[in-house]
C-alpha cells in the first residue's frame, strides 16, 4: 500500500502549499482521493500515468477539495484517453463537471461515471476481487464524506507437507487457496484451516477529511492500518475548530487512539502556522504512532 | 503600461508551463485578462495584491482559460475581500461559479457583479475617467472575445509663455488642461491649441485569444500600442490551426502588420514545440517588432 500526497494544506493553493490530494496504490488499483486545484500538475510531477486513474474519490465541494477536479477531467479528454472514469462525490458534482462541458463544448470521448453521494451511513460504493472502498459519513459545514479503503482477504497459503500428507488431489489445491474445504481421494472431507495457512493481512487506509471532533466513525475504522485525519487546528485554536467544523491534531489522535489504528497521519493544516512540528507533538501527547502528511511525500505501507 | 505574463501556454497546466492568464496595470488599473487553473499562485508569486484586482476579463469558456476562477473568488472570499469584484465573460460564467458557491454553501461577502457578453460586435464594456475598454469578437469554436484596453486622451500640458502673454487668469487653467477653450482678461476668447500642448500619447493594449485568422478584427484594434495575438501553431501545423480554430504565428504577424501596431507579443504556444525561437523567427518573416511571451515575463511599454 502507497500513498503519495499531492497536497495536504487547507483552504487555499500557494506558491508552497498545495490543498487536499492524494494518490493511494492498493492491490494494483490507483485511487485519487479528492482533487485541490493544481492536481494535475502534482500528478504530472510524480509521474503518475494518467490512464491508470480508473476512480476518484471526492469528499466534498468546497474548493480545496475538488477545484482541480474539472481540469483533470478536461486533460484527459485532451490527451484522447478511451478508459472509463468513475467520480465518486456529493450529490451536485455531476451538475458542476457537466455544466463546464457544455458550455466549453467539450464533451468527454471516454465514458465518465458519476456515483453521487447522499446517505448518512456508511455504504460500499466500490468492490472488485481484491478491494472493497465504504465512505464515512463526517460532520463538516456542507455534506462530507471520508472514504475508508479495505484490502479483501488475501489467498491462503498451502502448507505442502500437510496438503499431501492428508492425499488431497492437486485438483483441488486451487480451491484450498480460495478457502473451501476439500475431500481427499480416500473420500474423507479435509477442513481447509488444517491444511493451509492465512494469506498476507489485508490492509486497509481511512481518509477523514475534514470534520469535527467525532467519535461515531470509530467503529466505521476500527483497526484501520493507517489513518488520515485533518488536523486543521492546534490545540490553542480549539474553539476555531468547533466554529468551523475542523478538527485539532489533539482531537485526530484521540479519534485514532479509540479506534485503534496502526499509523495516524495529519494533514489539512491551515497556514497560519510556522511549522508542522507541534501538530506531530500535540497528537503524540494522545497516540504514539503519528506521521506527518506534507506535499509530495509518499508513505509506503 | 505594465502588462504581466501569468501563463501563455494552451490547452493544459504542466509543471513548467502555466495556461493563459495576464496582468495588465495601465492607468493606476489592475486588470486581471483571462485566468487558467493556478492563475491564484501565479498572483501570489508576483505578489499582486489581490485587492487590486477589481475586474476580470474571461475570453471564452475553455478550461484553460478560466478554471482558475472559481477558485481565486474563492480566495478571495476566504481572505475576507470586501472591495467589489467585476467579471466580464459569455454568457454562463455566472451560472458555473453560482452553482460552486451555492453547493459549496460559500457566499461572498463581497460583492460579485457578472457582466454576460453575447454579442457579435466590438462593445464598449467598461469605460472611467481614464480607460475604456472593448471587446473584440473573434472566432473560436465556441463564443469568444479579446479584449482592447485604451488610455484615453491625457490632460492637455500649458505652454506657460503662450498662456501668459494671452493674459488668462489663473482660474482657468485646468479648463484649458482639459482641452476647452476660455475668456482671457480682455474677454477675448483664446483657441485652446495656441495655449496649450497634447498630453502624454494614450496607449492600448489589444489581447486576442484564441482565434482563427480572421480580418476583421483589423479596424478595432488599428494602430493598437500592443498586440497580443495567439499563435499556437507553426507554419508547418497550419492545417491543425484551420481544424482547431486557431492561429500561427505568421497569421499572427499578418494580423499585427495590417492593423499597423507598434509590438506584436506572441502566445498561447502548444506544448508539441520544443522552444520558441521558431515562433518568433516565423512571425518576423511578416512583421518585425515582435517579442515572446513567456510565463512570468514582465513587459513594460
Given amino acids: 500500500m502507497k500513498l503519495t500526497i499531492l497536497g495536504c494544506y487547507s483552504a487555499t493553493p500557494r506558491a508552497l502549499n498545495n490543498t487536499t490530494s492524494q494518490v493511494l496504490e492498493i492491490n494494483n488499483h490507483m485511487f485519487l482521493i479528492d482533487c ?8 504530472r510531477r510524480h509521474k503518475i500515468k494518467f490512464n491508470r486513474i480508473k476512480h476518484i474519490f471526492i469528499s466534498h465541494l468546497h474548493g480545496d477539495h475538488f477545484f482541480g477536479l474539472v481540469g483533470l477531467i478536461s486533460t484527459f479528454r485532451l490527451l484522447t484517453r ?3 472514469l468513475h467520480i465518486y ?32 451511513n456508511s455504504e460500499l460504493i466500490f468492490e472488485d476481487d481484491t478491494v472493497e ?26 502448507d505442502m507437507d500437510l496438503v499431501e500428507e492428508a492425499n488431497i488431489n492437486v485438483a483441488y489445491y486451487r480451491k484450498l487457496t480460495q478457502g473451501f474445504d476439500v475431500i481427499n481421494e480416500d473420500g474423507v472431507l479435509i477442513n481447509n484451516e488444517s491444511v493451509t495457512k492465512p494469506g498476507t493481512k489485508p490492509k486497509s487506509y481511512a481518509f477523514c477529511s475534514d470534520t469535527y471532533y ?7 475504522i476500527k483497526n484501520a492500518d493507517v489513518l488520515y485525519h485533518e488536523s ?17 491534531a489533539k482531537q485526530a489522535a484521540t479519534i485514532a487512539q479509540k479506534a485503534n489504528v496502526g499509523t495516524l497521519l495529519l494533514g489539512h493544516y491551515s497556514t497560519r502556522y510556522d511549522g508542522l512540528d507541534a501538530f506531530k507533538e500535540e497528537a503524540q501527547e ?6 506527518l502528511c506534507e506535499d509530495s511525500k509518499v508513505f509506503n505501507f
Same sequence: chains 1, 2.
Fill in 36 to 43: 485541490g486545484e493544481g492536481t494535475q500538475v502534482q500528478l
Fill in 286 to 291: 494522545v497516540f504514539a504512532n503519528v506521521q
Fill in 82 to 84: 478511451e478508459t472509463d
Fill in 232 to 248: 486543521t487546528f492546534l490545540d490553542k485554536h480549539e474553539h476555531l475548530a468547533l466554529k468551523t467544523k475542523h478538527s485539532t
Fill in 89 to 120: 462525490g456529493p450529490v451536485g458534482i455531476k451538475e458542476i463537471v457537466t455544466l463546464q462541458m457544455k458550455l466549453a463544448d467539450s464533451w468527454t470521448n471516454y465514458k465518465l461515471i458519476f456515483h453521487e453521494l447522499s446517505s448518512n
Fill in 133 to 158: 472502498v465504504f465512505t464515512i459519513p463526517l460532520n463538516h459545514r456542507i455534506y462530507t464524506n471520508g472514504f475508508l479503503f479495505k484490502e479483501k482477504e488475501g489467498k491462503r497459503k498451502l
Fill in 214 to 220: 467525532k467519535e461515531d466513525i470509530v467503529p466505521i
